[in-house]
């Protein structure tokens, strides 16, 4: 092999691998070996906590206001199982709808103003409650050991159970495709294509009084989700170099987002029951009025001094964020002056 004859390949060998460098580069730092820090890389990302909230959490939180404005006594509400029945999984072998619907029970019913009573998790309770009966956990002195008092965990009200029913897939789909071009095979050609699909979820929830066990609220809900896909792509020859480029995408309202939607207007309906809400517009009663209660749940202050804050502070994105909160970025400052 002549050296004229191994020009080409070696060209091909050095394009080949500032390809392949460029590829590296793109798919970001990465190093075999662990950096100062003690990682390999460093995450991407860095989107800020923000809350979690449905079309129906900001009359949650005008429901809550309400009724302390009314001065209505909030009742005392347990969150049972509220569990899958649809039986539906994915190929991979994980379920489809989120098995945590009481956890989004219980936030939703706080957002509300209840008080609630805990019997989902009670696993901790029940241990302490075993250690204290066999005087093993002690309150400053072996001598001076937990107590077990009558009466001291309140009862419930009433108790919420129920399931998801249904998830029903591909409810109805409709798509279409085009293809443009001129019959030259060297003049451009166009694609497009478009698909829409629909599916929904259903939950059937009940309220059920705890001393009677009378059920006295059933509410039966459902959620349409929809779905898109949208591509285009364009073929052409040009200066005998060929152009192939598409583009696209892909989205689905989330499954998840929607069970809560649910769960939170049947908890918002069963709530306004109970309070005896006159109308759907309880919002325009308390406009104005700073209560503990936000979309992201509500809290009951221990300190007197927490008695006035402002519970929508918890929605704000910048909050305790070290790059985005002033309280925090000013702190850093100080403490790297500090070490200078």
């Not at 609630?116 to 409650?129: A, G, I, P, Q």
């Not at 005087?135 to 400053?140: M, N």
């Amino acid at each position: 092999m002549t050296l004229k004859s191994t020009l080409p390949f070696v060209r091909r060998i050095k394009t080949s691998a500032a390809i392949l460098g460029s590829a590296l580069a793109l798919a970001g730092c990465i190093s075999p070996v662990a950096g100062p820090g003690g990682n390999y890389t460093k995450p991407i990302g860095s989107a800020p906590v923000t809350a979690n909230p449905t079309p129906y959490s900001q009359g949650l939180v005008c429901m809550g206001q309400f009724a302390r404005q009314s001065r209505i006594p909030a009742p005392r509400i347990a969150v049972g199982r509220i569990l899958d029945y649809t039986g539906k999984a994915d190929y991979e072998g994980g379920r489809r709808v989120t098995q945590g619907a009481s956890l989004m029970a219980i936030s939703a019913f706080a957002k509300s103003g209840a008080r609630l009573v805990e019997r989902f998790d009670t696993s901790v309770s029940e241990l302490e409650l075993k250690y204290a009966n066999n005087k093993l956990i002690g309150e400053g002195s072996q001598s001076d050991f937990r107590q077990i008092e009558a009466g001291s965990i309140p009862g419930s009200d009433f108790y919420l159970v129920g399931g998801i029913t249904e998830l029903n897939n591909n409810i109805r789909s409709v798509g279409g495709e085009a293809f443009v071009g001129d019959v030259d095979a060297e003049d451009a050609k166009g694609t497009a294509d478009a698909k829409l699909f629909v599916i929904n979820v259903g939950l059937d929830l009940r309220l059920v009084e705890t001393k009677s066990l009378e059920v006295v609220d059933v509410i039966s809900y459902q959620k349409q989700i929809i779905g898109r896909e949208l591509s285009v792509g364009v073929f052409d020859f040009a200066n005998g170099n060929v152009f192939d480029i598409g583009v696209g995408g892909r989205a689905q309202e989330p499954i998840q987002l929607a069970v809560r939607s649910v769960i939170e207007r049947a908890t918002l309906e069963m709530m306004a029951n109970l309070y005896g809400a006159p109308n759907a517009d309880v919002c325009s009663l308390t406009e104005g009025l700073i209560s503990t209660n936000s979309i992201t749940g509500d809290y009951r202050p221990r300190t007197a001094q927490l008695d006035h804050y402002d519970g929508g502070s918890r929605e704000s994105q910048n909050k305790w964020h070290e790059k985005r909160d002033s309280g925090i970025r000013g702190r850093q400052s100080a403490n790297f002056e500090e070490s200078k």
